[in-house]
């Protein structure tokens, strides 16, 4: 079964430090990865996504996430955070059973502390 | 350009009463999707159209919902008879393309309750 996993409902980080959110998946096949962020009483925003190609990818907002294929995961990072990052964070897998269908995780929850 | 526009933001009612909610995707996106979101199932596609066309409705929790897309710009989704078990965030999302790397831009939401 395709399916992504969060380990952490929280990360706390400082502002000005870096952050790692972590995502890691299983799928068959070449997996297709999102990172969305959501804001308190917002619908979420895509932040990036890999296809192919890179395995860094860089996305809005300053971040950028590593696709690392041997450890199935798919960390979302930014070199210093700010408060305004403090948000929800999902990661996402498309279902290769279906062209359209986004598996997601379950949510992680990050905090920077100024 | 605007993004997926949702209304109405905020939705209260009464159990047994039917609730609509209502989606314009992004012009020029073909595939139009609904999500709900509640903190114990997380985020669940309810439905997904392309072209106006329902292809997948295996999310929809059961014959009080129904959904419509009559054109490319506009899509529904009715809720009747409401019931307390319906409160969630309902998302819609839209994409330019059906294929696997399309990526799904989404809503600001309908915060939904039923009383």
């Known amino acids: 079964a395709q399916s992504v996993a969060q380990p952490e409902d929280q990360v706390n980080v400082a502002e000005g430090n870096p952050l790692t959110v972590k995502c890691t998946y299983s799928?068959?096949?070449?997996?297709?990865l999102f990172w969305y962020v959501q804001y308190p009483n917002r619908g979420l925003q895509f932040l990036l996504k890999?296809?192919?190609?890179?395995?860094l990818v860089k996305g809005s907002y300053g971040f950028e996430a590593e696709f690392n294929k041997s450890q199935t995961s798919f960390h979302l990072k930014k070199p210093s955070a700010l408060v305004s990052d403090s948000a929800l964070y999902f990661c996402a897998v498309r279902d290769m059973d279906s062209s359209y269908k986004l598996i997601f995780g379950s949510g992680t929850r990050l905090l920077v502390r100024p | 350009d605007a993004g997926v526009i949702q209304s109405p933001r905020h939705e209260v009612t009464e159990m047994g009463q039917e609730v609509t909610l209502r989606c314009k995707p992004i012009?020029?996106?073909?595939?139009l999707f609904w999500y709900r979101q509640t903190m114990m199932r997380g985020l669940e596609l309810l439905i997904y159209f392309n072209n106006n066309v329902p292809i997948d409705d295996s999310g929809m929790p059961e014959d009080r919902f129904s959904a419509k897309m009559p054109n490319a710009s506009f899509s529904t989704l009715k809720i009747q008879p409401s019931e307390p078990r319906d409160s969630a965030v309902y998302f819609c999302?839209?994409?330019?393309?059906?294929?696997?790397?399309?990526?799904?831009?989404f809503g600001p939401g309908t915060r939904l309750t039923v009383l």
């Open positions: 999302a839209s994409s330019r393309t059906s294929g696997a790397e399309g990526t799904q831009y």
């Open positions: 799928v068959s096949g070449n997996p297709y």
């Open positions: 012009s020029g996106h073909n595939s």
């Open positions: 890999y296809i192919t190609g890179d395995n």
